[in-house]
């Protein structure tokens, strides 16, 4: 159920409201917006009366949640979520985030000159693999904690925010001084016992698309995250499995309108994983700016042919450049900036 309070309600009138929820047997969530206050209680909410609720004085409207999900819901947050970070960066709004970096952290020289470039070209995140979920167990995993403190320095050199994969509940804690941004890999998007405790984390977590999810489940998995408290959350479209071969994914561009329709949170695209072919990153990334992303997430190399892991997909330096640089033209035309 979603009970939204009046624009002058006050504190008093919202507490009212949220006790009697609370005494009806559903969990709170409170949101506050520009105007008002949301409140969302989840829970067995089916023989609720909601009509009493409306007769709470600050209350502008009670009505009940048929979505399976109910926090990741428009409704909670009707003017959209801007996820914000200590240093100012924002993902959502107006601006239009960059994310950049090796699909694996190889060594110290690969990552300070990808770090260099990232924040030439205007970017905010380095992205980079520190442990690896390969396909194959011969296959590179990745430098672990040692590469992620690489890309932690090269990050605070160029002043940019770090955005890394965790993979399973273990790895949080040693994880969390050197992350700014938790990535949950398709793989993992329903690992719910993971997803529940990045809701405890306090940390912003990007969430990717299974390669065969829905749209719904992609928003329930973001649910579990927001149960536990954490709202930083931003949907990610990376591609999923059909039945075409020319590319690695099929990349749902119309994903990015529908995800803003149905859900507050922001999103982002990976056109890397969405195609698996480098000359298809660029069309693909102008592609889902104009379709409305909050931003792209992509990977380079200084030498992409020789990359350790998913050298087909990556661009050269020079290329991710040219590609910004388009972008912003591309944002310009649709009232947003890069």
Request: negative net charge; glycine residues 10%.
């Amino acid at each position: 159920m979603i009970v939204a309070m009046q624009e002058r309600a006050t504190e008093e009138q919202i507490d009212a409201v949220i006790d009697a929820m609370v005494e009806a047997g559903v969990n709170v969530h409170r949101t506050t917006g520009a105007t008002q206050s949301i409140l969302a209680g989840v829970g067995p909410t089916a023989s609720i009366d909601l009509a009493k609720f409306e007769l709470f004085a600050g209350v502008l409207y009670v009505h009940r949640i048929t979505a399976p999900y109910k926090l990741a819901g428009r409704a909670f947050r009707p003017e959209g979520t801007v996820v914000e970070f200590p240093n100012g960066v924002k993902v959502g709004g107006e601006h239009i985030a960059v994310m950049a970096g090796p699909c694996a952290i190889e060594n110290r020289e690969q990552i300070f000159a990808i770090a260099k470039c990232v924040k030439a070209a205007g970017g905010g995140f380095l992205r980079g693999g520190a442990f690896k979920p390969r396909s194959s167990p011969y296959a590179f995993q990745g430098l672990g904690i040692p590469g992620l403190k690489l890309m932690h320095e090269a990050a605070q050199e160029h002043g940019l925010l770090t955005v890394t994969e965790v993979m399973e509940i273990a790895q949080i804690e040693s994880m969390l001084p050197y992350t700014d941004l938790f990535q949950v890999g398709a793989r993992n998007m329903q690992n719910f016992n993971l997803l529940r405790e990045l809701g405890l984390a306090r940390k912003p977590v990007l969430l990717k698309r299974g390669i065969s999810a829905t749209l719904e489940e992609l928003l329930l998995s973001a649910e579990y995250i927001m149960a536990g408290g954490n709202y930083d959350i931003i949907l990610c479209e990376r591609g999923i499995r059909t039945y075409e071969t020319s590319t690695r994914n099929t990349m749902d561009i119309s994903a990015i309108p529908v995800l803003h329709k149905l859900s507050h949170l922001p999103v982002v695209a990976d056109p890397s994983h969405g195609t698996g072919r480098r000359d298809m990153v660029p069309p693909m990334a102008k592609a889902t700016v104009a379709a409305g992303a909050d931003g792209i997430l992509v990977e380079i190399h200084p030498n992409a042919d020789k990359a350790a892991s998913d050298a087909a997909q990556t661009l050269y330096l020079d290329q991710f450049e040219k590609l910004v640089g388009e972008l912003r033209v591309i944002a310009g035309a649709v009232g947003r900036t890069l």
